[in-house]
């Protein structure tokens, strides 16, 4: 009887003795991280890209890739490697298996043989004949649009469904690697302390007209002039404009187009 009167009196349904219902306690939902602002007003940020996009106006991913599914493999192959590597062990690879029923019928072996002068190439051999799979196998051999689809492929996480999202399908993403990340932070354009951090940062602070080469400007920037080991301002064409602390030169370099690049 005991157990059936306690039971009543946590219900609020009914009233304690006083005749007041009984107080509810409800959980608070976990508040939100906020954002670190960025160091630029939006008139920075505009001018920024501005720059980016006079210098390289149709700025490309350095993989070579012939349609979406090895754009996919590529950039899985990516992953702790570089791009020049990743394009000298695809470029016969893809000559043979350019989709993922040629792919599996190569088999997990052969692919490895092709691969093999990247970083942890079993492993990535293995990922490549599991998401060849999966394609056939779930989505008719072809590449998934959708990132919640594309992250179900072995091998591939946010950054990679970011990147065919865009480079495949034109639908404007930011996939944050190793470059976008120390740039971010860096010259405090969107601060974070994670990958997705950064990218939702990006996201809300670059203007919608320059979102879609946002992440190749990005990315060539931090590879050929702001670098990982020392930033090279002088050929920087936004110096004047940057906040890093590390900056050596206030005097941005000519912004003139730079003379196409070549892939592969």
Request: charged residues 30%; contains cysteine; glycine residues 6%.
């Amino acid at each position: 009887m005991a157990d059936i009167y306690r039971g009543r009196m946590q219900n609020p349904k009914f009233k304690n003795a006083a005749g007041a219902r009984a107080p509810v306690k409800v959980k608070a939902k976990p508040r939100r991280k906020a954002l670190q602002r960025s160091k630029y007003s939006k008139d920075e940020v505009r001018e920024i890209f501005r720059r980016f996009s006079v210098q390289r106006p149709e700025p490309k991913g350095e993989l070579a890739h012939v349609n979406p599914f090895t754009l996919v493999v590529a950039v899985a192959l990516s992953a702790q490697a570089t791009d020049v590597g990743v394009n000298k062990a695809t470029k016969e690879l893809f000559r043979v298996a350019d989709t993922p029923e040629k792919m599996l019928a190569l088999g997990e072996a052969k692919v490895g043989d092709y691969i093999r002068t990247i970083g942890l190439w079993r492993n990535k051999a293995k990922n490549v004949i599991a998401l060849s799979h999966k394609l056939v196998d779930e989505f008719g051999g072809e590449v998934p649009r959708s990132r919640e689809e594309l992250v179900t492929l072995p091998g591939v996480g946010r950054k990679t469904a970011n990147v065919v999202m865009s480079m495949a399908f034109g639908i404007p993403t930011m996939a944050v690697d190793t470059h976008i990340f120390r740039i971010a932070n860096r010259i405090g354009l969107a601060p974070g302390k994670t990958p997705d951090e950064v990218e939702e940062n990006l996201m809300r602070t670059i203007p919608d007209d320059y979102l879609f080469h946002a992440h190749h400007w990005l990315i060539l920037h931090g590879r050929y002039t702001c670098k990982a080991r020392k930033p090279e301002c002088e050929i920087c064409v936004i110096a004047d404009i940057c906040k890093s602390k590390e900056k050596t030169c206030d005097i941005p370099a000519p912004l003139v187009e730079l003379p196409a690049q070549v892939i592969g």
